[in-house]
């Protein structure tokens, strides 16, 4: 029943805090009674592996800045209870891949910011995706589940970004939403009503962008 932890800076961690019966180890027991995070993990240096999370199956939330700033932090298995994911909550770790769990909802602002994610995989339940949630990652390519209506503002802004399936149900881009990316061919979603400002803002090393790109015609909105 104990779980055999691969980072001893983690198991550290959580011993520390949920080892109920005072064995220097955590049981899947006592895991899976864990019912919030809190800042145990904040901006904490030295974790690097946390895998062992998906046996806290009481979570329902990866709170805001969770895992904010654990910048040695390169892998992580989310538990399948969890429901969303907090504002910050892996700001600028060093996470390249990950899976979200089905049954998540909403991933929130800036959730993978400034982190070197290169793969991350959405389920079907993901319905609302924060501003700048992927910002300055190093994502090349994304699916974008059907329940998603609206990109916020600066989500993919900064990222190496060349292929991304929009959903039919989008109906709003958002300001900066794909500004300075290499991103040169997209198909609009037929339902789309509004682009923000800058929403395809280039630099002068993308020079050619969009040449064939079709606005359709439920567009009533286009910014700058």
Not at 91 to 97: L, M
């Amino acid at each position: 029943e104990i779980i055999q932890f691969e980072d001893s800076s983690v198991k550290k961690l959580c011993v520390t805090m949920w080892d109920t019966n005072n064995d220097n180890n955590l049981s899947f027991g006592e895991a899976k009674a864990v019912q919030t995070l809190g800042t145990v993990f904040y901006k904490n240096n030295n974790i690097r592996k946390f895998n062992e999370l998906k046996y806290f199956t009481s979570l329902t939330d990866i709170d805001s800045e969770t895992f904010y700033g654990c910048s040695n932090l390169t892998e992580i298995a989310l538990p399948t209870s969890i429901r969303s994911i907090g504002d910050y909550a892996f700001y600028r770790t060093y996470v390249k891949s990950i899976t979200i769990p089905n049954g998540v909802e909403y991933i929130g602002e800036s959730a993978f910011n400034s982190s070197p994610l290169q793969q991350i995989s959405l389920p079907n339940s993901v319905s609302q995706i924060g501003a700048y949630a992927f910002a300055s990652t190093q994502l090349e390519q994304i699916t974008l589940p059907n329940k998603v209506t609206k990109i916020a503002r600066y989500c993919f802004y900064e990222t190496p970004l060349t292929s991304i399936n929009l959903p039919d149900d989008i109906t709003e881009i958002e300001e900066c939403a794909f500004a300075n990316t290499p991103l040169n061919h997209l198909k609009l979603p037929k339902n789309l009503t509004t682009i923000g400002d800058y929403a395809f803002k280039s630099p002068s090393r993308y020079t050619e962008r969009f040449q064939n790109i079709e606005i359709p015609a439920s567009v009533h909105t286009i910014g700058y």
